[in-house]
């Protein structure tokens, strides 16, 4: 029986007159999906679900946890497998060696202010020359002295971590029908 990656179950949503009502769909883990309708049916709505930016009515579950009450576990230990052909992750380690890239590692952090010195080290723990050196640190909001203890990780040599805010995600989500891909790598 194969696993199910994400469940929704009479997911809605409305914002004035438009109603995304009663999505239900299975993604089996190992899947590619696509979603494809007409404009202003609701496809950038349900992504915006899926990614957490928008409140919503029904049940989502990832890997057969409920969203809602397990968001934080389901967002940390995040890795992409870097299979990119163009871009900021293929062009990284053509420009610098000392950062090769096959998996990209992701931290997301419900910290907001000042992150501990510890969440830069067990991101940048995770690198080595096989799995990659190249992290992503998301939070809720950091301050200026942050992305400094980033740079240090960087001028040591330990690899690369990308700190983010949730306002750098939302507007490159809210961009993205208009910029595509453009849209991320200018928050990179």
């Keep these: 029986m194969e696993q199910t990656m994400i469940k929704t179950e009479n997911v809605s949503k409305r914002f004035g007159s438009f109603a995304l009502q009663d999505i239900h769909f299975e993604l089996p883990a190992g899947y590619i999906c696509g979603l494809i309708g007409e404009n202003g049916v609701g496809k950038t709505t349900l992504l915006n679900i899926l990614a957490g930016l928008y409140e919503y009515d029904g049940t989502i579950s990832i890997q057969e946890k409920e969203y809602r009450t397990n968001q934080m576990e389901l967002q940390q230990d995040i890795v992409f497998d870097n299979s990119s052909e163009t871009g900021f992750f293929f062009n990284l380690p053509n420009k610098n060696i000392l950062l090769p890239c096959p998996y990209v590692y992701v931290e997301c952090k419900n910290y907001t202010g000042e992150v501990a010195n510890p969440e830069i080290d067990q991101l ?34 330990r690899g690369l971590v990308i700190p983010l805010e949730d306002k750098d995600l939302k507007e490159a989500l809210m961009n993205y029908p208009q910029h595509g891909v453009e849209a991320i790598e200018e928050i990179i």
């Design 124 to 157: 940048s723990g995770r690198f080595s020359n096989r799995r990659g050196r190249v992290g992503i640190l998301t939070c809720r909001e950091l301050e200026d002295n942050f992305i400094k203890r980033c740079a240090d990780t960087y001028e040591d040599e």
